[in-house]
């Protein structure tokens, strides 16, 4: 008897879990409803935790790793979805992966999740990205080719945007390419290419008069010919 009560028992509190699980749920979807309604993030990350916890989902992880991404909480990012490099993972979980990793200077490890991306959809956009990592990693061989690339198929209507004035602006694509072939070439050579460099920078001012990147670059080559130039005359 004690043995047949102690049955109904468990089972009685399997159903009540259940039940106050699936309450649960109803209610933090709701709340997500709600929050997506008002526009409010932090609400919606709070719910879909919530919900992750309760009812756990690959497609649901993702998409919390993504709105902590966009929101620029890039190490949260990570935490959520880690950071390994898997070719199982969705386009948002790979994305999200690059992305991060890249914001919170782990440019190596980036620049493997941003390669799964063009494998999988060779985009130009995600050529320019490789190229610059490259770059950064002094893999100047990898960066041409990503470069070469993104000059033959970046669109007119393509832009990207750049951060380093006090109001983010956005100029081709195109241009960006131009600018980081610019450095590639400089860098072959840093002494006997400025002037090469500082070409290419001119040929991209056309198409982009308001980057102001290329002036930076181009005073600062400049200034670099200027010194090498005063050198020799002190020989």
Do not use: C, W
Not at 35 to 63: E, F, Y
């Amino acid at each position: 008897m004690k043995k047949l009560v102690g049955l109904v028992l468990l089972t009685s509190s399997f159903m009540l879990n259940a039940q106050t699980n699936s309450e649960l749920i109803s209610h933090f979807d709701a709340y997500y409803k709600q929050m997506k309604t008002q526009g409010d993030v932090q609400g919606i990350i709070n719910a879909m935790t919530h919900l992750n916890v309760l009812q756990p989902s690959v497609a649901r992880q993702d998409t919390l790793a993504y709105i902590y991404m966009s929101e620029g909480k890039y190490v949260q990012a990570l935490n959520t979805i880690g950071i390994v490099t898997n070719p199982e993972d969705s386009d948002i979980a790979v994305e999200v992966k690059a992305i991060s990793l890249k914001a919170v200077g782990q440019p190596k490890m980036a620049y493997s999740h941003f390669t799964e991306l063009f494998k999988r959809e060779s985009d130009p956009m995600i050529a320019y990205e490789l190229a610059e990592i490259a770059m950064q990693l002094q893999k100047f061989d990898e960066a041409d080719k990503h470069i070469a690339f993104g000059l033959a198929n970046a669109k007119d209507d393509m832009k990207r945007a750049y951060y380093e004035r006090q109001t983010p602006y956005e100029v081709p694509l195109k241009a960006g390419f131009m600018y980081l072939n610019a450095l590639s070439i400089y860098n072959k050579d840093k002494k006997a290419n400025i002037d090469l460099a500082v070409d290419e920078l001119d040929a991209a001012f056309k198409i982009a008069p308001n980057f102001n990147m290329l002036q930076l670059t181009k005073n600062e080559l400049l200034r670099q010919k200027q010194v090498m130039q005063s050198q020799t005359q002190t020989e």
